[in-house]
C-alpha cells in the first residue's frame, strides 16, 4: 500500500533526528595516547600501517603492558597482533593510570580549549590509539575503573591523579574518569592535567620509576564554537578514515563480545591448556635456556666420553720398566 502524505509528513523529523544521530556517531572517536612518566623505554611505537584499534585490542594492550589490570593478574598475556604501541620485551613499567576524558565540551582543535591535553596526545605520547565511537566508559571498566574513581571537578584532579599514582605499584593499572561539559570546565581541566603530569613527572624522576598514563579521550562532533572554522587536515584526514572504517569496527567489537580469550587471564589459561596456542614471552625465553643449556651439557659430555675412548694405550715405564730391573737384579 503507498504510504499517505500525512504519514510521510511525520516521518521527516524521525529521519532528520536518525540522520543527525548517525552523523554524530560516524564523527565521534575515542583516542587512547600513552605517555611515559619517568624514567621510560618500557613501551615501543611500532611500525603499524595503521592506529586503529577495537576496545578488546586496547584491552590486550593493557593486560600485556601491566602485571594487574581490574584487581587481575596479567603477567603474560599476549596482545593482539598489528597494534601501533608494544610494551618492551625487556623492561616493565612500575605503575599506570588510565585516565578518561569525555563530554560535549572536549575540544583538541587548534585554538581550542584544551591546547595542554592536545599537546600531550600529538607531542609527547609515545604512540597511541584510535577507536571508532564513544568507548571511554567501557574502556574505563576494562582498567578496573568504578563509581568512587570518577572526578567530579578539575579541582580534584591533581589529588585525586597523585593519590592513583600511589596506588599504582607493582606494575598496576588503575582508572580514573571525568567528563566536562562546557569551555569553562574544558579549561579548567586542561590545566590540571597539565600540572598533574608535571607534578608525576618529578615524582618519578626522583624515585627512578616509570608511571604509564593511559590518556582516553572522547572526541564528539566538532564543537560548535569551532564549526565555522576549517579542521586541521589531518583531523579531517583521520575522520574520513574513521567513517570509513566504522562499519568494519562495530562488526568487529560485535564478534569480540563473546571472545575472551584475550582479555581474559590468558596466563592460566595457557596453563590449563584453555588457549589458542600462543606462546608467552617467558615461554619462550625459558625454552630456548634450558634448549640451549641442555644442548651444551651434551656436548661437553660427548666430548669427554670420545677423548676417553681414544686414549692412547701404552705400557706404564715406571710399573714394567725400572721396578722390574730392581727384581731382577
Not at 502524505?5 to 529521519?15: D, H
Not at 598514563?213 to 566538532?222: A, F, G, M, P, T
Not at 562499519?247 to 582479555?263: A, F, H, L
Amino acid at each position: 500500500a503507498k504510504p499517505s502524505k500525512g504519514t510521510m509528513v511525520r516521518s521527516l523529523p524521525s529521519l532528520g533526528v536518525a540522520a543527525a544521530f548517525l552523523a554524530t556517531a560516524a564523527d565521534a572517536r575515542t583516542t587512547v595516547a600513552v605517555l611515559e612518566i619517568g624514567k621510560g623505554g618500557v613501551v615501543r611505537r611500532t611500525t603499524a600501517s595503521s592506529p586503529h584499534a577495537s576496545v578488546h585490542g586496547v584491552a590486550s594492550f593493557w593486560n600485556a603492558a601491566h602485571d594487574e589490570v581490574a584487581g587481575r593478574n596479567r603477567r603474560g598475556s599476549a596482545q593482539h597482533p598489528g597494534m601501533a604501541v608494544v610494551p618492551d620485551l625487556f623492561s616493565r613499567a612500575d605503575g599506570g593510570i588510565a585516565l578518561g576524558l569525555s563530554g560535549s565540551a572536549v575540544d583538541l582543535t587548534s585554538g581550542g580549549a584544551m591546547p595542554h591535553l592536545a599537546g600531550l596526545l600529538d607531542t609527547e605520547a609515545v604512540g597511541s590509539f584510535e577507536l571508532s565511537g564513544s568507548h571511554s566508559a567501557t574502556l574505563l571498566k576494562k582498567a578496573g575503573a568504578k563509581a568512587e574513581d570518577v572526578v567530579g571537578n578539575a579541582a580534584d584532579l591533581a589529588s585525586s591523579l597523585k593519590a592513583k599514582a600511589a596506588t599504582a605499584v607493582d606494575n598496576r593499572l588503575a582508572g580514573l574518569s571525568i567528563s566536562v561539559h562546557d569551555e569553562a570546565s574544558a579549561s579548567s581541566v586542561d590545566s590540571a592535567i597539565a600540572a598533574a603530569v608535571q607534578s608525576l613527572r618529578k615524582q618519578s624522576e626522583e624515585s627512578g620509576k616509570t608511571l604509564l598514563l593511559h590518556l582516553v579521550v572522547d572526541e564528539d562532533q566538532v564543537p560548535a564554537a569551532h564549526e565555522a572554522e576549517e579542521v586541521p587536515s589531518d583531523r579531517r584526514r583521520r575522520l574520513e578514515d574513521m567513517q570509513e572504517d566504522q562499519d568494519q569496527q562495530q562488526d568487529e567489537n560485535n564478534n569480540n563480545e563473546n571472545d575472551d580469550n584475550y582479555d581474559g587471564d590468558y596466563y592460566n589459561q595457557r596453563q590449563a591448556g584453555d588457549g589458542y596456542g600462543e606462546k608467552t614471552i617467558f615461554q619462550i625465553q625459558y625454552f630456548n635456556v634450558v634448549l640451549w643449556s641442555a644442548i651444551g651439557l651434551t656436548i661437553v659430555l660427548v666430548s669427554a666420553i670420545s677423548l676417553m675412548i681414544n686414549m692412547p694405550l701404552m705400557a706404564d715405564t715406571l710399573l714394567f720398566g725400572e721396578s722390574a730391573k730392581v727384581v731382577g737384579d
